[in-house]
């Protein structure tokens, strides 16, 4: 069993730490170095920029991914956002044309596109967001002031679209004037709201508005059905007028050619023509209660009694 039994201090006193001292040493300093070098490298990844500054200064801006490497002690590194951001511009009262005050609520889609300028002029994206926000609330404010109310929230009558992409280019070129390295994609205005105390005499007024144009269709649909009836009685008329001179014009060709066609039929024994318009007298002159008082040598009587000749 003493065998197996080690004595620490007998170990000890053979390991030579002398000879290891310098190896040891390397390599702590090795890993000291390596652990410097991994604390001074950074990555860019694809939608951030990162500025290197030296001393406070912007040295450098890299956008394209990858490994990079920073100056240790006089370099720092910050990082920028490379994407499309949106910023809801704070709600303000404005002033209309027509001295109606309203509130109004906008947002903004915007970018960086020069990083070093941005830095430099602006330092930070807060600071960025507030003087665009500034740069809108003046363009809105102004572009609003210009058209009436109801311009504004009629959707017959809106100007916004055009209003949206008049603000988005004054913005972009006061912007660009001050070199602030930021562009505005887009500015939208989401709603608009009246302050509480104008909102119901505003609604009364709109809905007094909405009933006198629905009045007006109305009147109109009137006159309009009117018109159509009298036009429309106007070609029956005409049209009854045309068939009533055709039927004339028909009826009286008939009736010519029933008078050639009796002439000349009637026309071949007189005798019997003359008895013929006898009996049609007697057929419209004589009916159950007829009392004739003539001549007993009247041809008429004579005709009565069955004399022919």
Known sequence: ?????????????????????????FGVIILLLLSFIISNLFIVKENEYR??????????????????????????????PKYQMMYDVSKAEINTKDKKR????????????????????????????????EFIFSIVR??????????????????????NERVTEKVNNLLERDQFGIIVKDVRMKRTDLPDENEESVFTRMISERETKAQQYLSQGDAEKNRIIANTDKEVKQLLAKAEADAEKIRAEGEKDAALI???????????????????????????????????????????MGYLD
């Open 51 to 80: 500025a290197v500054r030296q001393f406070g200064e912007v040295v450098k801006i890299i956008d394209e991914p990858g490994l990079n490497y920073k100056l240790p002690f006089i370099q720092t590194v910050s990082t920028l």
């Open 142 to 163: 102004s572009e609003l002031g210009k058209l009436d109310y109801d311009e504004i929230i009629n959707d017959e009558n809106s100007s916004r679209g055009s209003l």
């Open 102 to 133: 309203m509130i109004i609520d906008n947002y903004a889609v915007w970018r960086i596109e020069d990083p070093k300028k941005m830095i430099t002029n602006l330092r930070t994206t807060e600071n960025a967001e507030a003087k665009m926000a």
């Open 262 to 304: 009796y002439n000349e039929s009637f026309s071949k024994d007189a005798g019997f023509y003359s008895l013929y318009r006898t009996l049609n007298s007697y057929k419209k002159t004589i009916d159950d209660e007829t009392v004739i008082i003539l001549p007993k040598d009247s041809p008429y009587a004579r005709l009565l």
């Open 1 to 25: 069993m003493s065998d197996n039994i080690y004595d620490i201090n007998e170990q000890k006193r053979s390991f030579n730490w002398k000879r290891h001292k310098k190896p040891i040493i």
